[in-house]
């Protein structure tokens, strides 16, 4: 019994220790496309992997990771997790890769969308949370030609409709942040969900998207998808680096025990160093 105790406390200290200080609400009144109340998140009972799980998200938010002064790039990326429009796995797909980014100089946004199955919700918030971000880049010390989408799973499914979808904006404006350009300037996919033709919502692939970094394995159940999406961004002439590495399989985050999780970051790092004219 008291070890069942330790382990309840030990896993609410690490939920609680794994969110920011600091949150924007991206939705003050009503949010669009949404019929539910809003309310706090459910965490889901699987903790299976080490993994935080939460859904019933009605509230969506913006959680802010800042790094060192002495480091910051003004850069942000806004993080999305994946969970397959199902759930937000917040730590190993959220805070933890919020906390390296920061190490790396970035100002980082760990996003929680809208799941379960609200795709279109989901949208409504990338956009809004974009477009948040760079209404308010001088309070952050940002560049506002310098923030991008991050997504892991289905969290890089719905970075790569940002990507795609941003010249007409997926809900009716709510107030002045409406106007300001969803689009991200860098998209960065790691092992992203995604089937051709594919149509809830729709991706616009155009010849106007930003760079994309693309990372996923072969072994991956999803790596038939990868091939799919380089074909279709090979058409629209797209600027993308992409890289299929042997094993890892699939939803390993930055978790060193997997050999994809230790190539990708620094694949990353070189590619995001060349593509923002970073030192």
Known sequence: MKFFLLFILLFISEFIFSQSDE??????????NEIKAKSPP??????SRGVIRITKITNPLLSIYRPADSINNRSAIIIAPGGGYNYLAINIEGSEIANWLNSLGF???VLQYRVPGNRLGALNDIQRAIRIVRSKSADFNLSPNKIGVMGFSAGGNLSLLACANFKNSSYASTDLTDSINCRP???????PAFKKNEANPKIHFNRNMP???????????LAEGFFELGNQLKETKTSVQMHLYEAGGH????RNKNPAAKVWPDLFSNWIKTTLHLK
Do not use: R, S
């Open 23 to 32: 949150t924007i609400y991206l939705w003050p009144d009503k949010v669009p």
């Open 42 to 47: 459910v965490q889901t009972p699987d903790t």
């Open 107 to 109: 100002t980082a946004f």
């Open 185 to 191: 300037d860098f998209g960065v996919l790691i092992y």
């Open 211 to 221: 760079p994309l970094f693309i990372f996923g394995t072969f072994d991956d159940f």
């Open 251 to 254: 939803g390993y985050g930055l």
